[in-house]
């Protein structure tokens, strides 16, 4: 399996020759900037420059940190994240997303919501014993988090789960506003303190010293009531106050003054950490995040690529970003652990996994962000970047200067190929570089010029491709306005079986899908479908996504509304035939969807049973 | 053509029933929300309830509002957005745009920036006679700027362009930042100062009496330098001071701070408008724009979709739902003349056109952003949708009230599409209506339900193909991984005479695309190719976006760089076999292409000369 030579978590701007041994490069054709080979200005007029202080992360203690200018990072793509419509991620994703998380240096990782399903909890668990556990520089080894509703059981599922780690973490919520506490709880606030406080304690008894409390929808909740609540799970020993903005109803100046108003009123405060959870729905997540830590807060809860329910989540790079390019001047001098570098690859990894994509007008991450115009530069654009960029596109990981090195032509070898993937970060053997040069080879005798976003479309339809049930041998079709779409299908099983079908549709990719059903008989509903091309071109290679779900669905639990959710599993592949990287997509997403029930079926339980 | 019946720009939150007949239908099958027939809560108890005012546009003065807490919207999505990669618009597309701002009741739209090119100028002076002099209710008419840098050959332009609105503005800017100044400029302050000074007072000259005034890069320009420029500016006869953080650098209490400086100490100020221009590269472009209204800014510069170069700019969308939401209890009464009900429909045109795709978790208008979550809703949720909502759908525009209405199925005829179309909100007769029914026969037969985003997707692939050049009648192809892609097409050119090709390649589409070349004999490069489903299923309409880029290229100038960018055409196609949607996207893209030289030809002049 491919694997990445990771810098120094907290090595900040000092530019060591960065090479991702990874399937998610940290370039791709979207990225239109071409850097030139001067470094980020250091020209001598005054404009501010950006730069990130490199400082020693502190030691961690759950409820104290030593520099009062740390501010932690939480990251919760793995949970609030994954929760979103069609984010989720396998067992596999999960971890390979949890190691990335690892690489940015992210304090604390939320890892999942281990009472909502077994898989849930299997997943916290796989990334609480190995990430967990992870040998890092400086003695950095992150904090793994479950949440859990205020109950007995779900406490007991995500100590379970994440005890394994070297610092485990338990994060229990309640809702403290009037219309949760009415509606969704039935709860008096007596009820809700005593809940709370109690199950708070229940966290600690069992052998966590590391507990985090939300009132969720704290935006919208009683400040006094806020105050009361917070006083007495303190009490009753949480280490982290998370504070929601569950609605994402507020704007930066509320917010930063409820955080500050907590700090200044509830009783205990100054023994344990703030934390913000900005949701997004009126775009100004990043900005109250901020605001939050100016007033105190030095926890932040965030997610890659800003995922998360509805319009998500404050963004780890927006947040992060500001905090380097402006902390120093405007935030008070707060700063990260955070190693940007790896910002890019960990957004593409999300993406890729979650189906949720970036538009090309994100900040920091879209495709356009280092992109100032598609047209001809003038020489003073170039020689003086800092005209319109504030961020130095290597900081974030885009760097393209491999782009000159070997270049592989139809007649080059496996040995080629292999230095060349060395060359963009993979570190591939064995059958892996074998399929690889198969693949290779057949694009090569078809398209002229082989870039490196070929290859690693190519790579990542090879690796992120799950577990083999069914292997896609041949596709053949016949389709167009003139007659009846038909498609011929030939698949592999897991026991080297071949099995051929055929079968009618209304286009190619109708006909595939069902050519490929009359033989993998497990019926399935196809949720969404959509294409890109990796490079531009007529003979470009296509990239496929599907999403599919079990009609046997797969569920488990939502934890904020306790609802019963439907799990969908996506695939992708990689073709210069865009038949053929439907087919190889679908197919990918049945593996996937199997593979699931495999697990399942060995730690012979029932998934999303009911939880109290 | 299809009409949209338009409430009153002002009504607010009156629930008219919305029927637009455009396009452009306020629903998507993306939008997973499912609207009880409950209004939004007015429930008893006391949570923040989301309310528009319903007041009265003041009076249109250049430099003076009435009223203290009204806001004015500037839009930009067809300056500052069309500007950024790949959105070139047509200037039939731009006209939509256009027309729909207005329907949003839009204060001032800037509609190009007409020394760019002459298709930009075309385009300006088109929309400045004709939605320049719209006769909307209470008098509301938007004004129409143009784009001008600070020499008179591009005020002579804006000026030729946007005379022949009734409102008609110009928008002059010269940078004042330092970096700026000695590297794009290479002049002295006093040379800047003499300049603003002197082509604002030639604006005003030639007969402009409102006129905008811009320092591009504000946020980095020295405070001080700034404030003598505004005053000069002022006493030359600006009357808007627009404040651009052209870099996206601030945090919103900096800006906020910076416009509260301007307005404290630059003489004059009092008989201006102060307006905010941000840009999203930490993603706190709305934040910052509130930031700035509420330190006195009465004008905020905004883009649908938060389109723009790099990361964009604030989102209109954003930035009017939170004023919508929050301006009574937060942000100092502050309101805007916005119909929200316009809101999603807008969006979708300018994704469309643009091909900017908005990401799901995109606040307020991303497909998730009313979808909580794909599960089972449990009673109480549906009952008390604030637990999780606060803004209702309906206020965007998302209602999807008609889902229930005329059932189509493959016996349907004629009429009964008609009326279903109007339904939808789409008046269409004659040959129109003739193509969409012979489409609709095509799908019917192959589809067990037509859903009304098929229709709406055949609809769109009708209307928006441009004027034709060339029309698709037949592909046939052949194409997998056992034997050569080989793909047969056949047009009909503009005289009706049909036109057959052949070709092979890597892939069906590769193939096809080679078989329009060899008919088409027009060297383009394809620059982008997605795809995606319309609906869930197998059996769903794939929609097929492309852009390409001449190899003749058309050419215009960059605003800010000065600099020579190439125009690119995006096309659109809908079908049911992903091959034919993908023809179908090309030969519209050509068909664009071509009709923009023709417009070009017509009016005999050379496009993209140089400016000074």
Known sequence: MASITTNHPISGNTLISFRPKNPFLQTQTLFNFKPSNSKHSNSSFSIPIVRCSIRRRPEYTPNHIPDPNYVRIFDTTLRDGEQSPGATMTTEEKLDVARQLAKLGVDIIEAGFPASSEADLEAVKLIAKEVGNGVYEEGYVPVICGLARCNKRDIDKAWEAVKYAKKPRIHTFIATSEIHMNYKLKMSRDEVVEKARSMVAYARSIGCEDVEFSPEDAGRSDPEFLYHILGEVIKAGATTLNIPDTVGYTVPEEFGQLIAKIKANTPGVEDVIISTHCQNDLGLSTANTLAGACAGARQLEVTINGIGERAGNASLEEVVMALKCRGEQVLGGLYTGINTQHILMSSKMVEEYSGLHVQPHKAIVGANAFAHESGIHQDGMLKHKDTYEIISPEDIGLNRANESGIVLGKLSGRHALHAKMLELGYEIEGRE??????????????????????????????????????????????????????????LIDADGQEHISCSVGTGPVDAAYKAVDLIVKVPVTLLEYSMNAVTQGIDAIAS???????????????????????????????????????????????NKMMSFRKLLAKNNKPEGSAVI
Chains 1, 2 share one sequence.
């Not at 078809?446 to 190519?458: G, M, N, R, S, V």
């Not at 999403?547 to 969908?568: D, P, Y």
């Open 544 to 590: 496929t996504r599907v999403l599919i779900r079990g009609e046997n669905g797969h569920t488990s639990t939502h934890a904020l509304t306790g609802e019963t959710v439907h799990r969908t599993f996506s695939g992708t592949g990689a073709d210069m035939d865009i038949v053929m990287s439907s087919v190889r997509a679908y197919v990918g997403a049945l």
């Open 433 to 490: 570089l074998d399929d690889l040069f198969w693949r290779f080879k057949s694009v090569a005798e078809k398209k002229k010029k082989i870039t490196d976003d070929d290859l690693i479309a190519l790579m990542s339809d090879e690796i992120f491709q799950p577990q083999f049930v069914w292997q896609l041998q041949n596709v053949q079709v016949t389709c167009g306005s003139l007659g009846l779409s038909t498609a011929t299908v030939k």
